[in-house]
């Protein structure tokens, strides 16, 4: 929202704000964000969405960029991010994608820092193997609450990887982002929002009366320990994600999904190109 890489001046700021509210009134909680999104643009349309919203019934996530890991960036970071939120504290806040050459215990004393100043309530970690994880956890003073990752019916990388299982060991929550899949041509990539793109997943949607992204969107919610951060500016798209929660796919329905859909397991993806876990 608010722009890609940097804010878009032609974006729709108010239909941003709007659809944020939405899902608001529609009962969702958990706002994912970051500096890097629109370049600080999307978290100022965070902050206005939520203004009118009692601060403590809502959680707020943000990231820091791989670039300003460094202990005196984080806290900038931090600093300018609560700024454009337009709020005191964050109630998670990720390092939004590893950077190897930056020492993760320096990373970690920053977050440390900002735990104590009630800057921040929780610590995550993004696009990171068990490996990284267990690292920076190992320099923090609170356990690691949420490790997000690129997880869906096309990218398992996290489940290959064995992020989700050392997730579910250790009691972290595990989000996954993107979970309808933005298309990609360049990857040769569809959306899992389009019918007639995957037979399966059509045919496994009609069998309830869902939409293939509902179907999509149910398989990841039914995994144990499995969230999800999902963007929509559509009302209805907005309902369909909301509904399918209430609808119970069958295990042979799930092992279908899980076995026979086409897939890239080794690798995550960013609409830029390939972004394996670091
Ligand atoms: N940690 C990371 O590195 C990372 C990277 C990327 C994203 N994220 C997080 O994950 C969130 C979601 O990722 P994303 O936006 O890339 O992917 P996404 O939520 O899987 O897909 C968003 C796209 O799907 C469409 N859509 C949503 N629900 C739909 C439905 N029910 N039916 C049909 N189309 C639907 C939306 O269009 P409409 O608006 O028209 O509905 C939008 O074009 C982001 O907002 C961000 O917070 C994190």
Redesign the pocket.
């Given at each position: 929202?608010g722009g890609r890489n940097e804010p878009d001046p032609n974006n729709d700021d108010a239909g941003d704000v709007a659809?944020i509210r939405r899902a608001i009134e529609a009962g969702v909680r958990h706002i994912?964000?970051?500096e890097l999104?629109a370049n600080g643009r999307a978290e100022e349309l965070v902050g206005e969405a939520a203004r009118p919203y009692d601060r403590l019934s809502l959680f707020i996530a943000s990231?820091v960029r791989e670039t300003k890991l460094g202990y005196d960036a984080v806290l900038e970071s931090c600093e300018r991010s609560l700024e454009r939120l337009k709020t005191d504290y964050l109630d998670l806040y990720?390092v939004?994608?590893p950077n190897p050459a930056i020492p993760a215990e320096e990373t970690a004393a920053a977050f440390n820092e900002l735990l104590r100043r009630g800057m921040i309530k929780n610590v995550g970690i993004?696009?990171a193997t068990v490996e990284t994880t267990e690292k920076f956890a190992s320099f923090l003073d609170s356990p690691i609450f949420a490790v997000?990752?690129?997880y869906?019916l096309i990218v398992r990388e996290p489940v290959l990887k064995g992020v989700l299982e050392y997730c579910r060991r250790k009691k972290i929550h595990f989000i996954a982002?993107?979970?309808?899949?933005?298309p990609s041509e360049k990857l040769g990539i569809r959306?899992?929002?389009e019918r007639g793109a995957y037979p399966l997943l059509d045919q496994i949607a009609d069998k309830y009366g869902m939409?293939p992204?509902?179907t999509a969107?149910r398989w990841l919610t039914q995994q144990e320990n499995v969230g999800i951060?999902?963007?929509?500016?559509?009302p209805?798209?907005?309902k369909?994600?909301i509904d399918a929660q209430n609808v119970t796919l069958s295990d042979e329905d799930t092992e279908a999904l899980t076995r026979d859909f086409p897939r890239m397991e080794a690798e995550g993806f960013?609409?830029g190109g390939k972004a394996p876990l670091i």
């Open positions: 929202m659809a994912d964000t970051a999104y990231k990720y939004h994608k993004s696009n997000q990752c690129h869906n982002w993107r979970p309808v899949q933005l959306s899992l929002a939409t992204a509902q969107v951060v999902f963007k929509t500016k559509n209805e798209h907005l369909e994600i960013t609409t």
